[in-house]
């Protein structure tokens, strides 16, 4: 049989500002990733969502370390130094572990956020950066990344264990990479269209690029943004489907 992690960024609510439907997220996925301060999150905010996590009984605690960029959600790019990626990485997974300890949670795996993930596409340096920081902090930790792509391959040269992540909610360039959210066409908007494209990167792994052509990927995890407008109902009917096709659900 076949099976398959579901995952949401998560806890990326700040101060008075709300964001996303994380109560109702976290008891239908395995794997949540938790903002760790920079791109979004506060302390009391993560506290909040590592409780609400502790409570469903959802194992898969991950790290979502992102630039700081709190304005922009993550979600533009920075030129660091490499010594400046090791610093915001390992300061941001101390901070989300420690709080996690203090409720009696420990981490599973990282998930770099927005820009700082993507911009792993075509720098491989970075991509063995952010593994190099991930082994050095805590070498049992996975390490999640773009189907087939340079964070899964370092991490993987670094002794870690990966997880390939594809992703309900994003359209696919041909070389496997996501289509920029600046471009149209770059965000699944349509229920029924991202679940039977979810179904068949698990079942066939196999996807169809925004350009019409079928590309192959891993499925591993499931990722379904959480800030998302319809992250919910994404997540319902991801599971109805999966669990009608027969393919279990677990963290992995």
Known sequence: MLSVDLNADLGESFGNYSIGNDEEIIPLISSANVACGFHAGDPLVMLETLERIKKSGTTGLGAHPGFPDMQGFGRRYMDLTMPEVRGIMLYQMSALDGLARTVGLTLNHVKPHGALYNATF???????????????????????????????????????????????????????????????????????????????????????????????????????????????????????????????????
Do not use: W
Request: hydrophobic share 40%; aromatic share 4%.
């Open 122 to 252: 075509d720098n491989y340096e970075l991509a063995e950066t952010i593994a190099a920081a991930v082994k050095e902090f805590n070498p049992a930790l996975k390490l999640m990344g773009l189907s087939n792509q340079n964070l899964v391959k370092a991490g993987k040269a670094a002794g870690l264990e990966v997880r390939h992540e594809v992703f309900a909610d994003r359209a696919y360039e041909d070389d496997g990479t996501l289509v920029s959210r600046r471009k149209e066409g770059a965000m699944i908007t349509d229920t029924n269209e991202a679940v039977k494209r979810v179904v068949r990167m698990v079942s066939e792994g196999r996807v169809e690029s925004i350009n019409g052509n079928d590309i192959n990927i891993q499925a591993d995890s499931i990722c379904v943004h959480g800030d998302g407008k319809k992250a919910l109902d994404f997540v319902r009917e991801i599971r109805t489907a999966l669990g009608a096709d027969q393919i279990d659900i677990i963290t992995m």
